[in-house]
């Protein structure tokens, strides 16, 4: 109801703020008898972890996950998993030269009307720190999904207009923008380096591509499978846009372009992306998430501040000149999130 | 859960099938005290209804709307309103000759391994019918809305490749394609009717602007605003992808561009379109889904049967070339149920 | 949220008042491929129907059950099941001399103070006619429970102070009172007739056993499965309590005589009523609800109307003087929706 | 879904085991800008926490509450309420001799049945430490509640077959056993004591009295007050059955006798125990719910061990004699949290 919650069945629960104590998340309806250890999820949370290179935030935090309950003798119980991310780098007087502007791009001015409260120590809940939770949780989705032989990867596909020309799932972990190609990437760096040192920032596409899921997977009408993952992605901030398969460019194609025809072995191509109806068709799962440049940004704007008064703002401090590597992981978490929760309902709907 | 409501505190439930006895929603937690009849429904629903044109599908539905309860002398009483409304051309035998094969495009194949059970009655459940069912309960979230002084509209913005130039709200109900420029309008229209002649269909993309909102409607992290929106839209089977603001286009921009300074009046631009952090802003809300080219043609498609033999499929009958007029009331339905909503979020909190 | 719904994965919605145009149900959540037919819910219906015997109310109520989607050639098709029930003998009018008097024992206040809203038509949402919407619902939910070889039956224990003194399920469906023991039950009925001419009413305790439930049935902690019954038991109007196994005699029994102590065949005794920390045990699930005597009474009460003046009341009409009998099937119909749930929710943990 | 949360637009979702690394709570949808500080949650945690007299459990726990996140500058932000209790004094060892029995009366059979897998430290996710994690919320909720003029009490009514002559609130929190009559609690502790040396222990009746409340409040239907408070209640561990106002006595009444007629100051009698149709009528909410004796003693019990095997078993360690002097903070804590969300739904519907 608050917005805190997500999933019916795997279903999580987030908490904390950026410069708080600590993030965390309660993970309820797990499986019983996972094999789960904090290494199991530690790895994840590293491909999210600020300070991994010169493009990302040198905030320095190891965001390391300490598990509290729900596991029992290295395996899950069924009852609450619940995890915490101490903050360690928590420095909210940093902030204080800006906590009485609202930041252009950032919740501060929406947050105030709502909430009648403001929290300028980094955003405060609205921070992308948050999602550390939802990477911590997703990786438990994502041991169960694997065990039913899902595979579930992202990778940045356009950053600052440049865009990748090849699809080589070896390179993405082996570049720092997480680019699904070597070459692209290099050209990428070039360009961030040079918005870098413009104060300035970039934005980019993720491609999140998932194998092994069944066909018959997703609700009718309102909890459909790509309603469902549309939820999840637009709930990560900077992320302002969604597509499967076609995508907008199903608006300039005729029917007869657009429907993806069977044969023998499945369907011959894939303009739906995987989904039909809402639900799974067993093809490729496959989506685009459009994510904006980072609003945080050394170079002087306008805007107004608690009197509203027009003032200038530079927003100095630890920012990722592009989000989309350390996102990537972050959209993995949610698509895992939302895919264990429907095998769930579809267990329970036979059940 | 099984996916057929939606909605926290103003919340509904769709039922229903195409060629079954009817289509009807439940709407609870409608503020007691309402004016409603049934002619505020049905003016929604006559813009949704089928047989408006030779674009949209010729079967004959009056989709008169009988609200069952939860109306009393004229007012909502805050209890469970329902409403039905019966199908007169149900006439499942003309599917008879596609029962046993998968059309492309349609969610056939994908509802038969969910479920397990085969309604080839003009796709049961499945079918853009139920969707009456959301305008109806939309029509009620729009009359609350409109006391509150928000006022929502969408329209084609973009079909068979061809783009609105202007914006001209007086066009919209004005031209059969629910365009905002009568001239792009008329471009639409013999393209269309090329189409038509060949059994073929169109996509296009619709636009919807909201106005009137506070800032400080949505909630923060998984519920955020456009993350409901989202999730509504694509709850929508033709809808394959939405974008806020300046959208995909965000990609290419960088921070000092997409972010939208502050000065005394409010916000200079809006490339966030009206949304940040999950949160309204109080500028307008402004999004655009692509719909993908409608399904049904009658041009040979190569498809399987039942029994996995490759077979040929000419899906005859009555159906739209381009849904893109038809699905205009059904997102602003959509988004007027996810805003009222919202707004007793809010309420709830502070209660 | 707005009190209209039950359940979590087998979920229903109701809807409709007294003297509306009908009462009905949207069950959501059904498992595909159940033979089901209008018959099969009928049967139930036709034990809560009004008019059976001189005990109940005269009101004339065929109580036909119409099934409008859901179902596709005599099978469940795991899509919305509405069920409608037209109402035939509403009189509003009939309601005209008390239509500003607060009914003692009736939501009349209470339902004025929330919705500042006055439905006089013979309670309107708060009639008991609801109930009929929930037996249908429940109807459903038995079939499913009966393949699993689970068993529920609710009866008679005590009625106007005259409690049976055996347990003869035989004889239950075959005295007007659904007593558990035949010579109580002629007892009970001279006593009820005793009051009837006095223009009063009787109360009672009914008492339900439900068997072939595995152990393991339940979540733990807020969902325990006393408490999901409680709630379920308690949603019915009259129902003013409830107790578990030994129930309130537990206050004054000692640990060693309340504990269900084990051997090789199972629990020994069973004060707990088949359900320890919330989870089924395997034993005979075992409750009793108190049913308060009806409201609805023609002797003469003190009372007061809408300006606030004192008045006197004769609530005239056609009630039942002991609502006993025509709970039974309530009770057992809420009973199966609880546990056909989680059935459900426990495979969903597992899925 | 899988049990662990509780309260719709007041949402708690708790976690931890008995013999793990703490409890917790996460709050959401707490009112912004309540002032609290960790002293507000520890003056109830206190009347809850063990070791406070020789009736109670020795193990030492200071309960020491630590508020996570949700509070900034000595204020709530609207964001999730995150706290936690770390356990000091586990010692899952002291567990080790009973690891393979089923103590009788404890969950330790049907939570083996559910999740497949056996936590054998003092019940685990059973235990009723959990229910220090529901005073935590609880409080926060008695913050907003005393704000709007509820008063909210319970105390022990009967204990060991001893029943308060008396209803005196000042003697309440004066008595080791929170009885209502300081007479009635001394004969209790001599009871008590002779059951203590038997290694045996007593049940009893606690009452909840709750003050304050407007007429209106209680959803219809399903989410009736009365059931809400059923639910909440009957998820205590402990308890095995609740009554409101008249309670199990209306099955032996007459109408006459139960309703409760009004006159220009209220209601005349209170059967009803302040809510009828579910919704609350003003006048005082009064329940009783029953405990039942703690199942843990030192008593030789019969039982099975995983094996099958039947076995003897003595449950040493430290437990309460009686439980209702620390259930009575539960109780309350649990009321609270039922009623505060009422608040905010009722204020959703109007919202």
Redesign the interface.
């Known amino acids: 109801?608050?917005?805190?919650?997500?999933g019916?069945?795997f279903?999580i629960?987030?908490?904390?703020?950026s410069h708080?104590?600590?993030?965390?998340v309660?993970v309820?309806?797990v499986?019983?008898?996972l094999e789960l250890q904090e290494s199991d999820i530690q790895v994840q949370l590293d491909r999210r972890r600020p300070g991994q290179s010169f493009i990302t935030t040198p905030r320095v935090e190891t965001d390391e996950v300490h598990i509290?309950?729900?596991v029992?003798e290295g395996?899950t119980?069924?009852?609450?998993?619940?995890m915490?991310l101490y903050n360690s780098d928590h420095n909210p007087a940093a902030y204080d030269d800006i906590m009485d502007k609202?930041r252009?791009?950032?919740?501060d001015?929406?947050?105030l009307?709502?909430?009648?409260?403001r929290?300028h120590?980094g955003?405060?809940?609205?921070s992308g720190r948050?999602t550390a939770a939802r990477v911590a949780a997703g990786a438990v989705a994502r041991k169960l999904l694997e065990a039913r032989g899902v595979s579930i990867v992202a990778y940045s596909k356009?950053?600052?207009?440049i865009e990748c020309q090849t699809y080589d799932p070896a390179a993405i972990e082996n570049n720092l923008l997480r680019a699904c190609d070597s070459e692209a990437a290099l050209l990428m760096m070039e360009k961030i380096k040079l918005?870098k040192e413009?104060n300035?920032?970039?934005?980019?596409?993720v491609e999140c591509r998932i194998n092994g899921l069944?066909?018959?997977?997703?609700?009718?009408?309102?909890?459909?499978l790509?309603?469902?993952?549309?939820?999840?992605?637009?709930?990560i901030?900077a992320v302002?846009?969604?597509?499967?398969?076609?995508?907008?460019k199903?608006?300039?194609?005729?029917?007869?372009?657009?429907?993806?025809?069977?044969?023998?072995s499945g369907f011959?191509t894939n303009n739906?992306?995987g989904?039909?109806?809402?639900?799974?068709?067993?093809a490729e799962l496959l989506f685009r998430v459009?994510?904006?440049?980072?609003?945080?940004?050394a170079?002087p704007?306008?805007?107004?501040n608690l009197k509203?008064?027009?003032v200038e703002i530079i927003t100095e401090g630890r920012h990722d000149t592009c989000i989309c590597p350390r996102i990537v992981p972050v959209i993995e978490a949610m698509a895992c999130l939302v895919l264990e929760d429907h095998?769930?309902?579809?267990?329970?709907?036979?059940?």
Chains 1, 2, 3, 4 share one sequence.
Do not use: W
């Open positions: 109801m608050a917005g805190n919650s997500f019916e069945i279903r629960t987030t908490f904390g703020e708080g104590k600590g993030v965390g309660i309820d309806g499986t019983p008898g509290l309950s729900g029992f395996k119980t069924g009852t609450p998993l619940s915490v609202f252009p791009g950032h919740a001015f929406s947050y009307k709502k909430y009648g409260i929290d120590r955003s405060g809940r609205a948050e356009r950053i600052a207009g918005l413009q300035d920032s970039a934005g980019g596409i069944p066909a018959g997977l997703g609700e009718p009408v309102f909890d459909k790509d309603a469902e993952i549309s939820h999840a992605m637009l709930s901030g302002k846009g969604i597509e499967f398969g076609a995508g907008f199903a608006a300039d194609m005729c029917g007869s372009e657009h429907n993806d025809d069977m044969d023998r011959i739906a992306g989904i039909v109806g809402g639900i799974s068709t067993g459009v994510v904006k440049p980072t609003s945080s940004i170079k704007q306008r805007t107004v509203g008064e027009e095998f769930k309902r579809q267990a329970a709907m036979f059940g």
